[in-house]
Nanobody
Framework: EVQLVESGGGLVQTGGSLTLSCTAS????????IGWFRQAPGKEREGISC????????YVADSVKGRFTISRDNAKNTVNLQMDSLKPEDTAVYYC?????????????????WGQGTQVTVSS
């Protein structure tokens, strides 16, 4: 059974940084895209970033562009999301997910394994 574990969430002040990590057990990221999504209370899930191992392509949503960076360490089977210059509107539960293919797109339907989520809270 595929298990994804997110870590690195927490409480941070506006302008601070956090690094989220997504690690898989009994599974290799090598052949799949990995995506990061977030969901704030009362809001729809938002796809914010993804990375493909096929060609190294990445995507970052406009809402976080210039502040968030995605990277992967295949040797550790881990994908990281570096989040800088955090804002209160970044407060949400963040989820990583494994894509059905290598294609990097932040469309929920393209992903079929999800982590349990990690809370990120940015105080003003």
């Amino acid at each position: 059974e595929v298990q994804l574990v997110e870590s690195g969430g927490g409480l941070v002040q506006t302008g601070g940084s956090l690094t989220l990590s997504c690690t898989a057990s009994v599974f290799s990221f090598d052949d799949y895209a990995i995506g990061w999504f977030r969901q704030a209370p009362g809001k729809e899930r938002e796809g914010i970033s993804c990375i493909s191992n096929n060609d190294g392509s990445t995507y970052v949503a406009d809402s976080v562009k210039g502040r968030f960076t995605i990277s992967r360490d295949n040797a550790k089977n881990t994908v990281n999301l570096q989040m800088d210059s955090l804002k209160p509107e970044d407060t949400a539960v963040y989820y990583c997910a494994v894509g059905k293919t290598m294609i990097c797109r932040v469309v929920s339907q393209d992903y079929d394994h999800w982590g349990q989520g990690t809370q990120v809270t940015v105080s003003s």
